[in-house]
C-alpha cells in the first residue's frame, strides 16, 4: 500500500532531485545500520517524504556524506543524517514489518515470510522508542483486516482507518505543531489507501480480493474515484500549506501537488525511488 508519495522527477531541478536522492540515502543508510542489510530491501518513497517533511519543519543540524553501498557499488551516493532520517529509518522497517506479514497471512507469499522473520527482530526496539506510532501501525492493520473479512461496501471505512496510522506517523513528537500534521497525515493516509484501491482496482478484481470500490457493488466509476482522491488530497495540502515550511518546500510541493498523481496514470506505483 506504500510507495505512492514519491516525487516526480521530471519536473525537479538537478539541485533538488540530488537533495531528494540524498535524504533517500540517508534513510536506507540508517536502515542498514540501525537494522539490517535484508531491511533496506523494504525502503519506500513514501518515509522520504516523512523525514523530508520533518526536516523542513524542524530545520536540524544535518550530517552529510558518501559512501558506495551493496546496491550502489560504482558511485559514491551522497547521503544526509539527522534524527528525522533515523526515525523515518524505524517507521520504515515497522511497516515494512507488518505490510510482510500481512501478505503472508493473506496471500501465503513466501518472499513475505522471509521478508517478516528478518524485521521481526527489530521491531521491539522501535516499539520501546515509539509506542504510540506502533500501536497506530497494530490498530490500523487489525481493523483493515475487520473490514475486508466483512466486504465492507464503504470506502471512507477503510480509508479512515489508513489515515488513523497515517496521522501518528506524521507527528513526531507532540508539539505545537502536532494538531496540523495529524489533520495532514489523516488526509494523506485516506488518499494512499483511495490511490491504491484504484489503481489495484482490475487486479483485485481478477483475483476475487477485497477492494472497497468493488465491494460498492457499482462498478468501476473512475470518474467518482477522482472525486474521491482529488477532495482527500484538497484536505492534506490545504493542512500542509498552514504549516511555517520554507527549507526543501519546493521538493515536497512537488511530491503533494505532482508525484502522487503519477501513479493513477501509470496504473501502478512505485516500490523503489532515487537511482
Known amino acids: 500500500m506504500f510507495g505512492y508519495v514519491t516525487a516526480n522527477y521530471g519536473e525537479l531541478t538537478r539541485e533538488q532531485a540530488e537533495r531528494y536522492g540524498s535524504v533517500y540515502c540517508g534513510i536506507c543508510r540508517e536502515i542498514r545500520l540501525r537494522s539490517s542489510q535484508t531491511a533496506g530491501l523494504a525502503l519506500s518513497n513514501d518515509m522520504a517524504f516523512l523525514a523530508m517533511l520533518l526536516m523542513s519543519l524542524y530545520e536540524p543540524q544535518e550530517q552529510e556524506g558518501k559512501n558506495i553501498c ?22 520504515n522497517v515497522a511497516l515494512a514489518y507488518y505490510n510482510a506479514l500481512d501478505d503472508w497471512e493473506d496471500d501465503g507469499k513466501q518472499t513475505a515470510r522471509i521478508m517478516a522473520g528478518a524485521l521481526e527482530k527489530h521491531c521491539p526496539r522501535i516499539g520501546e522508542s515509539y509506542p504510540r506510532q506502533m500501536e497506530a501501525i497494530r490498530d490500523c492493520l487489525q481493523r483493515l483486516a475487520a473490514l475486508e473479512k466483512e466486504n465492507c461496501p464503504n470506502p471512507d471505512e477503510p480509508a479512515a482507518a489508513f489515515g488513523a496510522l497515517m496521522a501518528e506517523l506524521l507527528v513526531y513528537r507532540e508539539d505545537l505543531w502536532a494538531s496540523g500534521l495529524r489533520k495532514m497525515g489523516n488526509a494523506l493516509g485516506r488518499f494512499i489507501y483511495l490511490m491504491d484501491a484504484s489503481v489495484d482496482y482490475d487486479r483485485d478484481r481478477r483475483r476475487g480480493k477485497y477492494n472497497p470500490f468493488l465491494a460498492m457493488g457499482t462498478g468501476k466509476h473512475p470518474e467518482k474515484w477522482q472525486e474521491y482522491l482529488v477532495m482527500t488530497m484538497g484536505r492534506c495540502t490545504d493542512a500542509y500549506e498552514r504549516l511555517p515550511l520554507v527549507q526543501d518546500k519546493g521538493i515536497l510541493d512537488n511530491i503533494l501537488y505532482s508525484g502522487v498523481w503519477i501513479h493513477q496514470k501509470s496504473g501502478k506505483k512505485e516500490g523503489k525511488g532515487h537511482d
Open 70 to 91: 551493496l546496491l550502489h557499488p560504482i558511485r559514491r551516493r551522497a547521503w544526509v543524517d539527522n534524527e528525522y532520517i533515523r526515525y523515518a529509518a524505524d517507521m
